[in-house]
Each structure stands twice: as C-alpha cells, then as structure tokens.
C-alpha cells in the first residue's frame, strides 16, 4: 500500500470518529443507532464492490472486463444511495419516537397468550383469508392463529401461521410470534419467515426473535389506541425495523367480508425500506380488515374469517 492510499485511510477513519462523535455527543441514541446503521450498510456496499472487483480481474476480455468493472461502480453506487435513504428514513422515525434508546422492558408475569384486544384478537382455531389481484399477481393471504406456543425472552407467545400465494403458489411461509400484556397491548415477538421461488426457499430474509442478537419485541395494537400515537412495531437494527401511527378512529370500510364501521387506521413505515408506506384498517371486534399499500396502490381485503 502506497503513501497516499495510508493517507485516504487515515482521513477517513478521522472523519468517521470525527462524525460518530458528533452525534454521539447529541445524547440522541436513536440517531447513533441510525448513524451506526449507515456505517454497517456502506461497509457491506464496499466489500461487495470489492469482491465484484476481484471477479472482474479473471475476466479475460478486455471490453468485457472493462463492462464488468463499470456495472461494479455502478451497482455500488445504487447500493450508497440506498443507504443514505435509509439513514434518511432512520432518521424520520427518531423524529417521532424520540431520542432515547428503544429498550422496553419485558416482565413474562406481565403477559398472556389471552390475546383480546378489540382491534386485533387472535382467537385460535379462526384463520383469516385475504386476496386479490395486485401489481405482483393474484394474492391469497392466509393468516392462520394456530393452538401453538413459543417461549421468547420467558414469554410464551401465540403462534400464527401466515401463508402467501402468489397465483396459486406459495411465494411466503412464515410464523409469527403474539403475546398481550396486562395492559391490553398486543406485542410482536418475532418471526420466522421463509420466502420461496418455484417452491423453494429462496431468503429467510426478516427472520428474528425477541432477545436473541440484540432484537426487541415491539407493539403491533395499543390498547388505547390515540390518533398521533406513533410506536415501534419491532426492532433488530438492518433486518426488522418496522413502526406505526395512528391516524384515525372512525373509518368504514366495505370489503368482501362485509361493511365494518369505527376502524381503526393506522400507517406502516420501515427504515429498511425508504418510501414504503402502508395503511392498515382494523375493525372493532374482528381485527385487519384491510391493508393498502399506498406505493403501488395494491389492496389486500379481507374476503373471509374461517372457524368459531
């Protein structure tokens, strides 16, 4: 390594202590972790267009390896513009939840696998069936609360089968983990997600489980639920980041399963994905009766509620 490339490396490392101690030094926990987040994300752009780089030097062609040089560059640099937006989306959350760090305190006394909450009773023995034709084909949603349990962080959870199928076939297979506390919050414990191609697992991308690697469990369905509330859904820093708000009380909505009055509406967004934005409507009673996604203009209704 020459002079000048010890130099750029010594430059940089300074200007990354210089600027992860700026916003440390803000007290702002929520953006550290953001700042941490982009660190990790230009890290892993880098590796990539340095491991695309090596590939591109066995290319014997010289237009071809020149062509594979350029599309390194190029991808790299799609992979930097994600991560600043979603640094930039990090960011906007912390704007609503707040500096602090997100570590909720969990008490297994303090929960029951009894879970009642008006807007979202998961009832075992009940599935729900949603589908319709979307951007991506025709999709069957299958959101199954099964008789199971699992023990995360001492909590023992409700487990529900969610199945997707795109055009018949199942493209997504995933458990989910619920638990209510005393209060009449329903948590989100984890999940363990299968995504298939061709019926074959093609990413386990989004698993987690609460307390294991640093991951917390977060609120899906307040028991109070307020217009303006905004709450983290979950929380494992570049693989589950989701949050919600609240936005409105008193919503009808007409689905093939019926006609359902004073919904709840609430708005989904992740720092994974920048942009994406999702509102849900919960019923009184029932739970989701619909989901819009406000990107490609896709809707998901609840055609059917299966079981007692």
Not at 68 to 87: H, L, N, P, R
Not at 125 to 131: A, Q, S
Not at 132 to 138: K, L, V
Request: with cysteine; aromatic share 8%; glycine share 10%.
């Amino acid at each position: 390594m020459n002079r000048q490339s010890h130099l750029k490396r010594a430059l940089f490392a300074i200007v990354l202590g210089t600027a992860a101690t700026a916003v440390a030094g803000t007290g702002n926990v929520c953006q550290v972790t953001s700042q941490d987040g982009l660190n990790s994300c230009k890290k892993g752009a880098q590796g990539d267009y340095w491991t695309a780089l090596g590939m591109c030097s066995n290319i014997s062609d010289s237009q071809s390896q020149q062509a594979c040089t350029q599309k390194a560059k190029s991808d790299y640099q799609s992979a930097i513009t994600s991560c600043q937006d979603q640094f930039a989306s990090r960011n906007q959350i912390c704007q609503k939840v707040g500096g602090g760090p997100y570590d909720p305190t969990i008490d297994p006394a303090n929960f029951t696998t009894n879970i009642d909450n008006p807007y979202m009773p998961l009832k075992p023995g009940k599935t729900y069936i949603y589908e319709g034709p979307t951007s991506r084909g025709f999709i069957r949603t299958e959101f199954a609360v099964t008789t199971s349990t699992k023990l995360i962080d001492g909590v023992s959870c409700v487990e529900v089968h969610d199945q997707v199928f795109t055009d018949g076939e199942l493209t997504e297979d995933t458990l989910d983990w619920f638990a209510q506390d005393k209060q009449g919050n329903v948590w989100y414990f984890g999940e363990d997600s299968d995504e298939l191609v061709n019926g074959r697992v093609s990413s386990l991308g989004g698993s987690w489980q609460g307390g294991v690697n640093g991951a917390s469990p977060g609120i899906v369905m307040e028991a109070h639920p307020k217009v303006g509330d905004f709450y983290r859904q979950e929380f494992l820093l570049n693989n589950a980041e989701d949050s919600a708000g609240v936005l409105d009380l008193n919503q009808t909505v007409t689905v093939p399963a019926g006609t359902f009055h004073h919904c709840l509406e609430t708005a989904e967004i992740t720092g994974l994905e920048p942009g994406a934005l999702e509102h849900k409507f919960y019923a009184p009673g029932v739970g989701n009766v619909q989901t819009i996604d406000l990107v490609t203009g896709d809707t998901f209704p609840l055609v059917q509620i299966l079981g007692n």
